[in-house]
């Protein structure tokens, strides 16, 4: 699969996204589902807006299908949190047990579509590069939260969102470092280099 363009963009808009969530998780006085509802919405919303407008300045629509794939798959996760938020709403926010077990289903299901999405843009990356790495911790960060989300009591509202919220500010952190950090710059002009020696 052709490389991902625009990556910094696509990094830096994530990195808020989840650094919001994260926010809003750290300050909120109440750890509930609905709390980890309206952060997960957050955060796939900025996913669902950083691959949209990856797949828009690509102009030569390379590696368009999984970037729509992602895109899709962030959307229908807003959909659903939101769906459930709703719901949560409409419940008085009670501790209804198919609502709150819906609730720590999705938080798991983001956690485990994000570990798919970051494998196999760290398989695609070139071998040994900086985009590799930031991929895979991507993709052990999200893991994380998806295992994490599968242990937890169902009960244990506060260890739901609050593992939901470490992930949020991990990964800000993270992506907030690749965005900011030469070293990628750096690999892309090694990259160019070697391409262009190739052509001569």
Same mark, same amino acid.
């Given at each position: 699969?052709?490389?991902?363009?625009?990556?910094?963009?696509?990094?830096?808009?994530?990195? #808020?996204?989840? +650094?919001?969530?994260?926010?809003?998780?750290?300050?909120? *006085?109440?750890? =509930?589902?609905? #709390?980890?509802?309206?952060?997960?919405?957050?955060? =796939?919303?900025?996913?669902?807006?950083?691959?949209?407008? $990856?797949?828009?300045? @690509?102009?030569?629509?390379?590696?368009?299908?999984?970037?729509? +794939?992602?895109?899709?798959?962030?959307?229908?996760?807003?959909?659903?949190?939101?769906? *459930?938020?709703?719901? !949560? $709403?409409?419940?008085?926010?009670?501790?209804?047990?198919?609502?709150? +077990?819906?609730?720590?289903?999705?938080?798991?299901?983001?956690?485990? +579509?994000?570990? !798919?999405?970051?494998?196999?843009?760290?398989?695609?990356?070139?071998?040994?590069?900086?985009?590799?790495? @930031? &991929?895979?911790? =991507?993709?052990?960060?999200?893991?994380?939260?998806? #295992?994490? *989300?599968?242990?937890?009591?169902?009960? @244990?509202?506060?260890?739901?969102?609050?593992? !939901?919220?470490?992930?949020?500010?991990?990964?800000?952190? &993270?992506?907030?470092?690749? #965005?900011? =950090?030469?070293?990628?710059?750096? @690999?892309?002009?090694?990259?160019? $280099?070697?391409?262009?020696?190739?052509?001569?």
């Amino acid at each position: 699969m052709p490389r991902i363009k625009n990556r910094k963009i696509t990094a830096a808009t994530q990195a #808020v996204s989840a +650094f919001i969530a994260g926010i809003l998780i750290t300050f909120s *006085q109440s750890h =509930s589902a609905a #709390v980890g509802m309206i952060a997960l919405a957050i955060i =796939s919303l900025g996913w669902a807006a950083a691959f949209g407008l $990856s797949v828009l300045r @690509d102009k030569k629509r390379r590696g368009i299908v999984f970037r729509i +794939f992602v895109g899709l798959g962030s959307l229908a996760m807003l959909a659903l949190s939101i769906a *459930q938020l709703v719901q !949560l $709403s409409a419940a008085g926010n009670s501790d209804r047990f198919d609502l709150i +077990f819906t609730a720590w289903l999705l938080i798991g299901a983001w956690g485990f +579509f994000g570990t !798919l999405a970051e494998v196999i843009l760290a398989i695609y990356a070139k071998p040994g590069s900086s985009r590799r790495r @930031d &991929h895979l911790i =991507s993709a052990v960060l999200a893991t994380g939260l998806g #295992v994490s *989300q599968s242990i937890a009591g169902l009960s @244990d509202s506060v260890s739901h969102v609050g593992f !939901l919220g470490a992930y949020a500010i991990f990964v800000a952190v &993270h992506l907030g470092i690749s #965005v900011a =950090s030469p070293t990628a710059k750096a @690999d892309g002009k090694k990259t160019g $280099s070697n391409k262009t020696k190739s052509k001569k």
